[in-house]
């Protein structure tokens, strides 16, 4: 539906107001009403870069989720303040994972004797606790544009590697694009003694999963490829690597939003697509390219009820504050827990 004409005005002049005193960034699930208004779109990736190249903007509005604005506090300067514009915009699985869990997971790696020659990993889609236990372990975050550089990184610093918490994309990067068996990997179960695994299978894994998983990625199955390639001869099926490896496997294409993006306005005319990702993005390509056909991976709707959270009221609220003089929703990481999470942030930044 098209936006209220009185919001659209009314962000417009607050947008205005507010000049180059306020950066906003919009990742790429969010709403068509919300990316209007971004001064950058992008990948977790491109944000995290894209907000500490802006140590101009008093505020930066950051449309996306709680783990991507806490990431933009972390690399922005301390006279910069993130606002995120609904609270409640999290990440189910980003909270897969919690500081006490990670830590009990450390313990029965050093149990194992292995915590010495492990390095952990931790995806974009984290807590910045977690973010800190990497740092403080000697660790790198990834998002789904790096996971192969920062996981042979790690590799080669140690002799394992502990992947948390997306089981998907530690999975189909060490299985897909670093030659590692499907047995090199083990599944930590947070919720089990000792993550349900023996010493000797946290001996023998190459690769240590955390048992977290996207729910919006995880409703893609194996029968939705079958389904869309029957529906549409000559489909080509491009899926985000948060999807389970038996999606990714059968799938032909497999990349981050940007990714995803790029290929599509690649595509020649007359082209037939299949995505498997959030469906804000792909109705947007669909409406972006009406030369090719651009459909959704699954017959049923799956947006991620969280980025959704934000939409133009709450963005116009956020901004007529700014305008007021009040900051609302600051998003803040206390100094300890900054200081390693942007260790681990800066080794991302600087992977080759
Ligand atoms: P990217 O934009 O990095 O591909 O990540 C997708 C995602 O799920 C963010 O939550
Ligand atoms: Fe989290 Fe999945 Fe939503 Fe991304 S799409 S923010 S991983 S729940």
Not at 239 to 250: D, G, N, Q, R, S
Not at 266 to 278: C, L, N, R, V
Request: charged letters at 25%; glycine letters at 6%.
């Amino acid at each position: 539906p098209a936006s209220d004409p009185d919001l659209v005005e009314r962000a417009r002049a607050a947008k205005e107001k507010l000049g180059d005193r306020v950066f906003i960034l919009g990742h790429h699930y969010q709403r068509d009403e919300v990316i209007e208004f971004a001064d950058v779109t992008g990948d977790s990736f491109k944000l995290a870069r894209d907000a500490a190249a802006r140590p101009e903007a008093e505020y930066i509005v950051f449309c996306g989720v709680h783990f991507m604005a806490e990431s933009a506090d972390i690399l922005t300067g301390p006279a910069q303040q993130v606002i995120l514009p609904d609270l409640a915009a999290g990440c189910s699985m980003a909270d897969m994972a919690t500081a006490e869990q990670v830590a009990e997971c450390w313990d029965v790696l050093t149990d194992a004797g292995i915590a010495d020659i492990t390095v952990p990993v931790s995806y974009m889609n984290s807590s910045a606790d977690i973010k800190a236990f990497t740092g403080k372990h000697g660790g790198t975050i990834c998002t789904s544009s790096n996971a192969k550089r920062a996981l042979e990184w790690a590799y080669e610093q140690g002799q394992k590697v502990l992947f948390l918490p997306d089981q998907h994309l530690g999975r189909n990067t060490a299985v897909r694009e670093m030659g590692f068996s499907l047995d090199d990997c083990v599944l930590y179960n947070p919720h089990k003694p000792n993550g349900g695994l023996t010493a000797e299978q946290l001996r023998n894994a190459k690769m240590i999963l955390w048992r977290g998983h996207c729910s919006v990625h995880g409703r893609f199955s194996l029968d939705s490829v079958n389904d869309v390639r029957a529906r549409i001869p000559g489909v080509t099926v491009l899926v985000h690597p948060e999807c389970k490896h038996e999606v990714v496997a059968a799938a032909d294409m497999v990349g981050s939003t940007e990714y995803i993006i790029k290929a599509l306005d690649a595509a020649e005319p007359g082209s037939k697509w299949a995505i498997g990702t959030e469906l804000n993005l792909v109705r947007r390509m669909a409406k972006a390219h009406p030369d090719k056909e651009i459909v959704f991976l699954d017959r049923a709707v799956c947006f991620c009820s969280t980025m959704n959270r934000i939409d133009l009221p709450h963005l116009v609220w956020a901004l007529e504050s700014l305008v007021d003089g009040r900051v609302p929703n600051v998003i803040t990481v206390d100094p300890e827990t900054e200081k390693y999470a942007k260790a681990a942030l800066d080794r991302m930044l600087a992977l080759p």
